[in-house]
């Protein structure tokens, strides 16, 4: 359903994959007899509320239903668990100037990304 990598990617400011991921919410908080309908309908062609909403916006995270929500909110704090470190830490690290200066180039780069990485997923913490 996510293709082969199974992540999602998430921007600043929008869900780059947002169709990707709302799709992915219902069906993992469909019932069981929900999930037999959606597969012997092929999906959802005539659903009247994927033409309400067809996308799954920064904006539209917050009225996300509350299962969706849950599911969102548990698994971006699994990925956050799968650092090594904390956001606190990542930005101690770059507050300090002489620890900062001590890494190397490419160890300073990762920083940034995993900072930045961070960053955007304690965002979308804030957001469901």
Known sequence: ???E????????DEVLTEE?????LKVLCMS???FKEYKEQDGWEDDSEEEENPTLSYETLSRLKSPCKKLLYDSVLLTLESYGSDLKAEQDL????????KLSRREQQALHVRYGQKRILHQLLELV
């Open 20 to 24: 990707e991921l709302s799709t992915t």
């Open 32 to 34: 069981e007899e929900e």
């Open 1 to 3: 359903m996510v293709g």
């Open 94 to 101: 770059l507050n300090n100037k002489e620890a900062y200066e």
């Open 5 to 12: 990598e199974g992540a999602f990617v998430l921007g600043w």
